[in-house]
């Protein structure tokens, strides 16, 4: 046994044990099957940190046989892979039936640190594909590994992913492209389409027994509430009126808020046309195929709202309508809270004070004017020089409207005199606020690049590690750190996948 197994209680690949409690659910929630067999599959990447969440030994990634069990070549015993079934509002038009159209649920790991939905996105066909193939590109599955362990590493919920495995099998999208299977981890990938598929067809039964499974597994604390499922909903506004407080704070945009890609459990899920905010606009839009920005920065806390008032839509069956609206009334006040909160630490300000709302709007629309770049203003604003005010330079070169930049630091200068910090105490609680490094697009880019042109994925090793400290200095990484350069100006991210 070797050091790592004994640590950490570390087991093998056949010693991991499985359970699969949606496989108990009753059969009109999903489709039992097989993945397709992928060709020749390689390791492109391991996540260790995911493996510990299931204590998995870190050395198994070593074997030949891990790359066939995360593309579902082989199943291990306790396996009982299945494709879900859902609905959703795609870009405000209801669409009667989705799924897993390219996703397989191989069950749920049970470990030392709870249990862990293991989860195949690329493993072949399914009842869901509609036109679609069943399979990933190992260049959106690159996509997807990255920022979801960097939002994780950021504080923010999120699936997370355990490995990429690739194959030189050709997927045709845009271009040809190769396939990869994505192994995504969550302690559910429950979402709100899964309760407005059975409510479209008045399957009541199955709403409740849905909103059942999700209270006794995952919030056994409503189980004896007077009204469990409405606080089933209201847990849920709660925690996407957090989350997306979180995304606007870090200036995470997510692309494709569609309610199939909403989780229950208020975890950034579906990773697809995503972006990180570099160049400060408001109303910026990653997707590139959303024309009409629906899904454009500004609007996503609107969306988050307008998706809960789907899902509060389709627990009807179970709740009762005022109730709910009462609930859903309580939306907009948590995500301000949520929100203020996370912009105060951003600020370094310690207390409340009637000036902060316009200290935030001025700045954004300082941010906003001259296309600033956002990680790096906030994290510059750390070692603000109260006594410079307008004379900080690191923080006025990234403003074209120098007047404009004296008038806001000197209401920042004035703001922080409101109360007892220093720049000395407040700097180390701003930089834990303010990350230095984010998964800038470009960044992602090169990686893939590198991985897809050159079969070289030490560029997605070194992102990952990069990113699981986004709140360090890390002196030798700076320039990770830096705006976009000029070639990856254009770099334009759709919805294919
Ligand atoms: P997404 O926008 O990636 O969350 O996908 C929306 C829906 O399309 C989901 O039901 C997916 O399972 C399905 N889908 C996306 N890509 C594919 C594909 N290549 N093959 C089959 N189904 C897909
Ligand atoms: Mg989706």
């Not at 192994?183 to 559910?188: F, Q």
């Not at 609930?327 to 105060?344: D, K, N």
Request: glycine share 8%; aromatic share 10%; net charge negative.
């Amino acid at each position: 046994m070797n050091i790592a197994r004994a640590e950490l209680g570390a087991v093998k690949l056949e010693e991991l044990r499985f359970d699969n409690r949606y496989g108990r659910l009753p059969p009109a929630f999903y489709s039992r099957l097989s993945p397709t067999p992928l060709p020749n599959p390689y390791l492109v990447a391991f996540n260790p940190a995911a493996a510990d969440l299931i204590g998995l030994d870190r050395e198994e990634a070593e074997r030949a046989e891990f790359a066939e069990i995360f593309c579902g070549n082989r199943l291990l015993p306790g396996f009982d892979p299945l494709a879900a079934v859902y609905a959703g509002h795609q870009f405000g038009v209801f669409v009667p039936q989705l799924g897993d159209g390219r996703a397989i649920l191989l069950g749920e790991a049970t470990g030392a640190l709870g249990r862990w939905d293991l989860q195949l996105k690329g493993a072949g066909k399914t009842p869901y594909s509609r036109m679609g193939d069943g399979r990933a590109v190992l260049r959106s599955s690159i996509r997807e590994y990255l920022a979801s362990e960097a939002m994780h590493a950021l504080g923010i919920p999120t699936t997370r992913a355990l490995a990429i495995v690739g194959s030189d099998q050709a997927v045709i999208r845009e271009s040809i492209e190769s396939a990869a299977v994505l192994t995504r981890m969550a302690p559910s990938h429950v979402r709100f389409g899964s309760f407005e598929l059975f409510s479209s067809r008045r399957q009541h039964e199955h709403v409740r027994t849905l909103a059942d499974y999700v209270i006794d597994q995952h919030c056994p604390q409503l189980r004896d509430a007077r009204d469990p499922c409405l606080e089933l909903l209201r847990e849920v506004i709660g925690r996407t009126a957090k989350l997306v407080a979180q995304w606007q704070a870090v200036g995470f945009c997510h692309g494709v808020m569609n309610t199939d890609n909403m989780s229950i459990l208020g975890l950034t899920i579906d990773y697809g046309p995503y972006g990180f905010m570099e160049g400060f606009d408001r109303g910026h839009i990653c997707n590139h195929s959303d024309d009409g920005g629906r899904y454009a920065y500004n609007m996503q806390p609107r969306i988050a709202h307008w998706n809960l008032y789907c899902l509060a839509q389709a627990l009807l069956p179970l709740i009762d309508a005022e109730e709910a609206e009462s609930a859903l009334g309580e939306y907009e006040e948590q995500f301000e809270q949520h929100y203020s909160a996370f912009m105060r630490a951003k600020f370094g300000l310690a207390t409340e004070q009637a000036g902060d709302v316009a200290l935030l709007q001025d700045t954004l629309k300082l941010l906003h004017d001259s296309r600033a770049d956002y990680t790096t203003f906030f994290r510059r604003l750390g070692n603000f020089d109260s006594a410079a005010g307008a004379d900080n330079a690191p923080l006025r070169d990234l403003f074209v409207d120098r007047d404009a930049f004296a008038a806001w630091a000197e209401g920042y200068r004035a703001r922080l005199a409101l109360e007892a910090s220093t720049d000395n105490e407040r700097r180390p609680r701003m930089d834990r606020a303010n990350p230095k490094y984010v998964l800038r697009n470009y960044l992602a880019e090169t990686a893939i690049r590198k991985a897809v042109d050159e079969r070289d994925y030490s560029e997605i090793a070194r992102l990952m590690r990069l990113l699981a400290y986004p709140y360090d200095e890390q002196p030798t990484m700076q320039a990770y750190a830096a705006p976009a350069p000029q070639w990856a100006s254009a770099l334009a991210v759709s919805c294919s996948s």
